[in-house]
């Protein structure tokens, strides 16, 4: 799979006090340049320092057929995916600390290359954890 990247932000789930306005204001802004609402959008998490505690970065992405201009997926890297609430307002966040608390307790081994939440045009939206 291919991705190209739209806008891009690093930051720390624990230890970026800005966080949530720096994810905020990388969603706004890219959603003014996407063009097609009706494809499916992408939070790429890249980059990792190490673990969940570390820094990484988050992009906003979209997939293309220019592979000059994109991040390549590997289509052989095995992903755990999970569902997202959506009639939850907290579902992302929700289902993000499921995830965390899954590995902490050794139930998730994570690969730390590329994970991504997949947003579908009918309000789904699934996030995709790169196992070993």
Known sequence: MNLKIIKSVRTNNFKDEAIMQKITDLWKESSSILK????????LYHGYESDYKGDYTLSVAIE???NASTINIP?????EVFE????????????????????????LKRAYSFDFERYYPNG????????K
């Open 36 to 43: 097609h609402q009706d494809e499916v959008t992408y939070g």
């Open 84 to 107: 997202v609430d959506i009639s939850d307002e907290n579902g992302i966040l929700n289902t993000w600390k499921q995830i965390w608390e899954l590995e902490k307790n050794a139930f």
């Open 75 to 79: 289509n052989t890297t095995k992903y």
């Open 64 to 66: 293309s057929s220019d």
């Open 124 to 131: 789904q939206i699934e996030i995709h954890i790169a196992t």
